[in-house]
């Protein structure tokens, strides 16, 4: 990323826009469906960004590129934040684990 930093914001056109904050010009841009999402975005110093479509997928895209690298389906719409966290040492691997979680719905939180 050249070692710029993005602001990320939802536009009117139901997309989610990447624009660097040196120039305001658009980095990249990714449709989010019709109307745009009520979901919440979450970027990690990995390079991974969350957020959720108007389809009720939960999606990381690539921070670099906005390229979807992985969703899945919910079967609900997408109403809150997500957020990540780290559980600690496991017994089965000698390294941490990572996850993401998002709530759906009314009341579901999948991850």
């Known amino acids: 990323m050249d070692g710029r930093r993005l602001i990320m914001g939802f536009g009117v056109k139901g997309v989610l826009e990447a624009i660097d904050y040196e120039t305001g010009k658009i980095r990249w841009s990714h449709f989010l469906g019709p109307g745009g999402s009520d979901a919440g975005v979450l970027t990690t110093d990995s ?26 389906g919910t079967g609900d719409d997408i109403e809150s934040s997500p ?11 000698d390294d941490q684990q990572r996850w993401s979680l998002v709530c759906v719905g009314a009341s579901g939180c999948v991850s």
């Open 47 to 72: 390079g991974l960004t969350f957020t959720g479509d108007s389809f009720g997928n939960v999606l990381a895209l690539d921070t670099r590129d906005g390229k979807t690298l992985w969703h899945a």
């Open 83 to 93: 957020i990540a966290y780290e559980t600690g040492w496991t017994r089965i691997r």
